[in-house]
C-alpha cells in the first residue's frame, strides 16, 4: 500500500459542540461482535444512524438529535474504543473503517433495523463506506460528510502528491501519538486540522471530548494493522442515495477525495456548506440539518 496511506490518521476529526445531553435521553447499551456499545435514541418513525468521527463519541450529535428527531427514530452511538465504551491503546484503532463498519451492521442487526438512513462523519464516514458497500440492502440512504477514504487518491491525477502533503500535515501529531504525549497530540491534531491556535479555541467541553478519545488516535498511531482500502469499484456497489458534503473551507485533502466520490458511486448528490471547513455538523450545524433532512426526506 502507498507509504502516504499508511502514514495517515484517518481520524481526522474535531471541532466545537456542546456536549450537555440532548433531550434527556439515556445511555443504552448494546453487546455485538464480543464489545458493548453506548447509544443514545430519541423520537420515531424510520431509523436514521449518526455515525461519529475520531475524537468523537456519541455526544458529538447531540445538538442535532431533537432536530431529526421530529420526524424520524434517531439512534447515534459511539464506535469501538471511544467514549463511553472501554478504551485502550491496544485497543481498535479510530482507523480501521473495515471494522467499524461491521460492528455498524451487527448494532443494527442486534437492534431489530433492517433498514436505515445512515448520517455519518468523517471517520464515521469512512466506516459507512465499507458497511453500505458491503450491506446495501441495510442502507435507505447514505449521507456522508468528508470520508478521510485516502486509497480513492492513489490512483487519481495529482493525488500521490495531495498524500504526501497530508501525510507531512499529520506527521507531529502521529509522532506525540506514538510518543504517549497525549496534552501535545491533541493540540497538534486540533492545529492540523484547523490551523494555528485551534486548540485554544476549544470549549472545555470540546477538548475533554478529544481527551476522553484520545486512546483511539493512540492506538491508530502505533497500530501495525494494514489501513483498509477503500476503492472506486467498492463505490460502484452502494446502491442506495448518497448526499455527499463538505466543507466550503475545508483542506483540499477531502475535496479531492469527494470529487472521487462523485466520480464513483452510482447515485450521489454533492452539496458544499458555505463558510465551513471539514467538521461542517458542529461548524455548520443548521445549514447541515437542513441538507440533511432535505434529502433523506425524499428517500
Not at 51 to 74: C, E, I, M, P, T
Not at 209 to 237: Q, Y
Not at 274 to 282: A, K, R, Y
Request: glycine letters at 8%; aromatic letters at 8%; charged letters at 20%.
Amino acid at each position: 500500500m502507498h507509504f502516504a496511506i499508511k502514514a495517515l490518521i484517518a481520524g481526522v476529526i474535531l471541532y466545537p459542540l456542546h456536549l450537555a445531553p440532548a433531550l434527556g435521553a439515556d445511555v443504552k447499551q448494546v453487546s455485538v461482535n464480543g464489545a458493548q456499545f453506548a447509544y443514545v435514541e430519541a423520537g420515531q418513525g424510520d431509523p436514521a444512524v449518526l455515525v461519529h468521527g475520531g475524537l468523537q463519541d456519541h455526544r458529538f450529535w447531540h445538538q442535532h438529535l431533537s432536530v431529526l428527531a421530529k420526524n424520524y427514530r434517531v439512534i447515534a452511538y459511539s464506535r469501538q474504543n471511544h467514549f463511553p465504551n472501554a478504551t485502550s491503546k491496544n485497543g481498535l484503532p479510530d482507523g480501521a473503517a473495515d471494522v467499524h463498519g461491521e460492528n455498524l451492521a451487527a448494532i443494527l442487526t442486534e437492534l431489530g433495523v433492517k433498514r436505515a438512513h445512515i448520517v455519518a462523519h468523517s471517520s464515521g464516514a469512512h466506516a459507512a463506506l465499507f458497511f453500505a458497500a458491503n450491506h446495501p440492502e441495510m442502507v435507505r440512504s447514505l449521507v456522508i460528510n468528508e470520508p478521510p477514504a485516502a486509497a480513492l487518491l492513489a490512483g487519481a491525477p495529482g493525488g500521490a502528491d495531495v498524500l504526501k502533503q497530508w501525510g507531512v500535515r499529520f506527521s507531529s501529531a502521529r509522532e506525540a501519538f506514538q510518543k504517549d504525549d497525549i496534552d501535545a497530540g491533541l493540540r497538534l491534531f486540533a492545529e492540523a486540522i484547523g490551523g494555528p491556535r485551534t486548540y485554544d479555541r476549544r470549549s472545555e467541553s470540546d477538548r475533554k471530548m478529544m481527551s476522553d478519545n484520545a486512546l483511539s488516535a493512540v492506538a491508530d498511531a502505533i497500530t501495525t494493522r494494514p489501513r483498509p482500502v477503500f476503492t472506486c469499484d467498492m463505490a460502484k456497489r452502494i446502491s442506495a442515495p448518497t448526499l455527499v458534503t463538505n466543507g466550503e473551507r475545508s483542506p483540499e485533502f477531502f475535496h479531492r477525495i469527494v470529487d472521487e466520490l462523485e466520480r464513483c458511486l452510482p447515485q450521489r448528490t454533492r452539496v458544499t456548506i458555505p463558510g465551513s471547513s471539514h467538521t461542517v455538523p458542529g461548524e455548520a450545524p443548521h445549514a447541515y440539518d437542513e441538507a440533511v433532512l432535505a434529502f433523506i426526506a425524499s428517500h
